[in-house]
């Protein structure tokens, strides 16, 4: 037996700065992505043929030129389909993978070339003749509303208290509207899909997807095929962001049903400009909203009306207009409330989730009518927004009559003022913009209120397994998916600290539905929440096993077996934790477990609109300060600081990195990223070339980044974690507000800047030109 001597702790536990287990192959190049695998020999190549219409009628294809192309093999139309021709999440069959007799936006799949370069695909793709006969179309959302369009989904009303007695009460009301736009999901890596057929009915997807199990099952539905018969693997995505949720499908369905048909390997991987014409956005909405108040600020009633631009099939637009309602409140109570959505049809790509998944939407929308109160009555923004925070007697229910239990936002916004020393800025600011004629400058502090778990309950449960091999070594697999968050590190030092064993030991493999069934979505910030918790569960049912092995052969109590960093400490003495898994598994005790963790306390009743769709919310806070050019729109901003809460952190660096990217990707949102359909249906930003995402150059001059290390989660998460993938995205509404008092400064403060999203440069000089015009008219 080898007696070791206690050590002090393990290396990459929990709470312990640690690199992305892929980091170093990320910046060597080594990290392999799909399109980095080797290509069975006879491998083939899918391209989507596309529509060029925006909505109408398919008369007649003329597919002759596309098959006598060179390296042409086949073409895929419905008519190849043996299963069902839909890949819609909502099972509400209103999304083909090909469209038939009619096409309902410009960049709709009608067919796919199969041939023997990718290249050659492509290239006799664009020679297809289709006859078609134009029908009406519609692109804008408020056009949408204007003209009755049907909605895509049912939707939700929110609402408590009485409208009508709030807004009688109130000494002051206010109407407005805004648009708040969409956003497209720009992941480095865009949506591929590599089929391998196997014996009988069977095949593997190697597939770029947030959902493998959702994937799995739509692959089969298109085959005919039963689940049990489709593989799907994902070792990591090059980002997501939520475009891979439910998009992937389509491409994983047409590689797929190419391989079973050509009896050969197939992958299919679209251009940037076709990926980003075919598949969907962030909704993009309009907010027709209602405010009552007092003259102090004080919130009395809200009646908002949220439309959303869905596109021509549901998607999950339903939970994501729901999810916009659930965070219009943000971190204010509402004492009479009544919010509806209106996920409206348009003939555009179907959007579908993004980071968020319309909270950030929702969260806008009410920041704005915040900024509607505070220039209503010539007071700082923040001053009404600590005002109606929720908090006091009878003030912690929200409009889906969830208690906010966990509330922290007083504390996370009392210290960012101090640290970032906002009032004193606000005073300069104020005195710059009396001084300065051209540039202007502007300095909001915003807070965040963002719920975690899924809408739908079901997705709030998770699978793992965990072998320990004879050698102590440990292999790991769950059913979350690596898309660069860290997701893997952060699951992988959790089994270490169940174990108490170094995190190099532990070895986490490829996502794979052959390994871990039904798993949910990584999405909602829910991969640590679930997938830890699942994980830890595998190596609780092994340690149990093992605690209960030592005690009947050594002769001692359960309680006195304990893991120790490495060890195993059995009464008084140590044995290396390698030694004694070899010991346990002479003596057959089983080193395997399937580990499961659905979350508690959670229900949700949409029709009544009541219940907990949120195991807890996640706080933080940021405040923004800009520089904008009055003559030509252009801004820049000067300083960014964030104090960001996400519980007991299971890793700081992984967490701080995502707190930076949600901030800065959140802020091409709102700043810089705009969506333009022409007058014929066409999306004409479909590339880098006219679609401007954020440059280094962008970020804020001064960046302040911290986490609220205080906070530990009151609930039973993961090592009393919280979700950090999404909250910190809607941070930066604190530029976007920082913009409109800059803007707001040539009126002087006495009307609210109504600048919507994207504030781009030319919206941000419409509204200083418009300010300026209302101004001097009195």
């Not at 306390?601 to 219940?611: A, F, L, Q």
Request: charged fraction near 25%; charge should be negative.
């Amino acid at each position: 037996m080898n007696v070791m001597q206690p050590i002090d702790r393990i290396r990459g536990g929990v709470h312990e700065k640690e690199r992305h287990e892929s980091g170093h192959k990320h910046v060597t190049g080594t990290a392999e992505y799909i399109d980095d695998m080797p290509e069975p020999a006879g491998t083939l190549h899918a391209y989507l043929g596309l529509s060029e219409r925006a909505h109408a009628e398919i008369l007649s294809i003329d597919f002759d030129a596309v098959k006598s192309a060179r390296g042409v093999i086949g073409i895929l139309t419905a008519a190849d389909i043996p299963g069902e021709n839909d890949v819609s999440p909502a099972h509400r069959h209103d999304d083909p993978v090909f469209a038939t007799t009619r096409v309902e936006f410009h960049g709709q799949p009608i067919f796919a070339v199969i041939a023997e370069t990718r290249d050659e695909a492509r290239r006799a793709a664009a020679k297809v003749k289709i006859d078609y006969k134009d029908l009406p179309h519609v692109t804008d959302v408020v056009e949408a509303a204007a003209a009755n369009c049907p909605l895509v989904i049912d939707p939700l009303k929110l609402e408590r208290g009485d409208i009508a007695a709030g807004f009688a009460k109130a000494k002051n009301v206010v109407e407005g509207e805004m648009r708040i736009g969409g956003q497209d999901h720009f992941y480095l890596e865009g949506h591929i899909s590599f089929a391998i057929p196997g014996e009988d009915d069977e095949i593997t997807v190697y597939c770029s997807t947030q959902h493998p199990s959702e994937t799995q099952h739509m692959v089969g539905q298109v085959l005919g095929i039963p689940s049990n018969a489709v593989t799907i693997n994902v070792r990591r995505l090059g980002g997501a962001f939520g475009g891979k949720e439910t998009q992937a499908n389509l491409f994983a369905a047409v590689a797929a049903l190419a391989a079973k048909k050509y009896r050969c390997a197939v992958k299919i991987r679209p251009d940037r400009d076709d990926d980003m014409t075919a598949t969907g956005k962030r909704h993009d909405f309009h907010v027709g909203y209602k405010i009552g108040f007092d003259d102090d600020g004080r919130i009395e009633a809200v009646d908002a009306v949220f439309s959303a631009r869905c596109g021509f099939s549901a998607d999950l637009s339903g939970p994501v207009t729901d999810r916009a309602l659930f965070h219009a409140d943000n971190c204010y109570f509402y004492p009479h409330v009544r919010l509806q959505s209106r996920p409206l049809k348009t003939n555009t790509v179907s959007n579908t989730a993004f980071r968020g998944f319309g909270g950030p939407q929702g969260m806008v929308g009410g920041e704005r009518m915040i900024e509607e109160v505070a220039y209503a009555l010539g007071k700082d923004p923040l001053e009404i927004r600590k005002l109606n925070f929720y908090g006091g007697e009878g003030r912690n229910l929200t409009p889906y009559h969830q208690t906010v239990e966990d509330n922290i936002i007083g504390r996370i916004i009392e210290e960012l003022e101090i640290s970032s020393n906002y009032a004193a800025r606000r005073e300069e600011v104020l005195a710059f913009n009396r001084k300065s004629r051209i540039i202007k400058r502007g300095i909001a502090l915003t807070p965040v209120k963002f719920g975690i778990s899924f809408t739908k309950t079901e997705y709030n449960q998770a699978g793992a397994l965990v072998h320990v091999y004879s050698d102590g070594s440990i292999h790991l697999n769950h059913g979350g998916t690596e898309m660069g968050q860290g997701l893997y590190t952060k699951v992988a030092q959790v089994v270490a600290d169940e174990f108490q064993v170094d995190l190099d030991r532990i070895k986490v493999t490829a996502t794979t539905t052959g390994k871990v069934p039904n798993t949910s979505a990584t999405a909602a910030s829910s991969g640590s929440d679930l997938n830890g918790m699942a994980a830890a569960n595998a190596a609780q049912q092994i340690k149990a096993r093992l605690v209960k092995f030592a005690a009947e052969r050594w002769g001692v109590s359960e309680y006195d077996v304990a893991f120790e960093p490495n060890t195993v400490r059995v009464g008084v003495e140590r044995i290396a934790f390698s030694e004694f898994i070899k010991l346990a598994y002479g003596s057959r005790i089983q080193l395997s477990a399937a580990g499961f963790y659905k979350t508690p306390k959670i229900h949700w009743n949409r029709s009544e609109g009541r219940g907990r769709p949120f195991f807890y919310y996640a706080y933080g806070a940021s405040c923004s300060e800009v520089s904008v050019d009055t003559l030509t729109g252009e801004y820049q901003v000067d300083r960014a600081d964030v104090l960001h809460d996400v519980g007991k952190s299971l890793n700081p660096a992984l967490d701080i990195g995502q707190v930076e990217g949600a901030f800065v990707q959140g802020m091409g949102w709102l700043t810089t990223e705009e969506l333009w359909w022409d007058a014929k249906g066409r999306l004409r930003t479909y590339a880098p070339s006219t679609y401007k995402i954020p440059l280094a150059s962008d970020r804020p001059r001064i960046f302040n980044v911290r986490l609220a290390e205080w906070s530990v989660n009151r609930e039973e998460t993961i090592r009393r974690s919280k979700a950090v993938g999404e909250p910190p995205f809607m941070l930066p509404i604190s530029v976007l507000e920082a913009i409109s008092m800059a803007a707001a400064s040539v009126a002087e403060y006495r009307m609210a800047p109504r600048i919507d999203a994207p504030a781009t440069p030319e919206r941000v000089l419409l509204a200083v030109e418009r300010l300026r015009r209302a101004a001097k008219n009195g």
